[in-house]
């Protein structure tokens, strides 16, 4: 007998790829961590145009100017992870006509509005 090899049946085809019950929770955790990303980019996008046109407002910018305020507003925070680098933004921007805590209160509930308005049209 030395010299033969067995063949293990194990019950799994490898002609064709099944999934396993770990295989779809994985790729359904994937799925769910990937769509909650996902959204939480649009709501960060969507609060930070709302913050930007905020300011925009209390600093007296027209029509067209005000588009391309709430543009540096997004790009802002692109710089660090976290609300800390709009804060900044803004508060340079506004700080002598708002106190620090409005604009932290503003921050807050514009991601608060911005999460909403995403699960209603979902």
């Given at each position: 007998?030395?010299?033969?090899?067995?063949t293990?049946?194990t019950g799994?085809?490898?002609g064709?790829?099944?999934?396993?019950?770990f295989d779809?929770?994985?790729?359904?955790?994937?799925d769910?961590?990937?769509h909650?990303?996902?959204?939480?980019?649009?709501?960060?996008?969507?609060a930070n145009r709302?913050?930007?046109?905020?300011?925009a407002?209390?600093?007296?910018?027209?029509?067209?100017?005000?588009?391309?305020?709430?543009r540096s507003?997004i790009?802002?925070?692109?710089?660090?992870?976290?609300?800390e680098?709009v804060?900044r933004?803004l508060h340079?921007?506004?700080?002598?006509?708002?106190?620090e805590?409005?604009i932290?209160?503003r921050i807050e509930?514009?991601?608060?509005?911005?999460?909403?308005r995403?699960?209603d049209e979902e």
């Amino acid at each position: 007998m030395a010299g033969r090899q067995y063949t293990y049946v194990t019950g799994f085809d490898y002609g064709m790829k099944r999934m396993t019950s770990f295989d779809e929770r994985k790729k359904a955790f994937e799925d769910k961590f990937a769509h909650d990303e996902s959204l939480k980019f649009k709501a960060a996008a969507k609060a930070n145009r709302m913050l930007g046109e905020w300011a925009a407002g209390i600093m007296g910018l027209e029509e067209g100017e005000v588009d391309e305020y709430v543009r540096s507003v997004i790009k802002a925070d692109f710089e660090e992870a976290g609300s800390e680098d709009v804060f900044r933004k803004l508060h340079a921007d506004i700080g002598e006509k708002v106190s620090e805590e409005e604009i932290r209160s503003r921050i807050e509930s514009s991601l608060e509005q911005a999460i909403a308005r995403l699960m209603d049209e979902e």
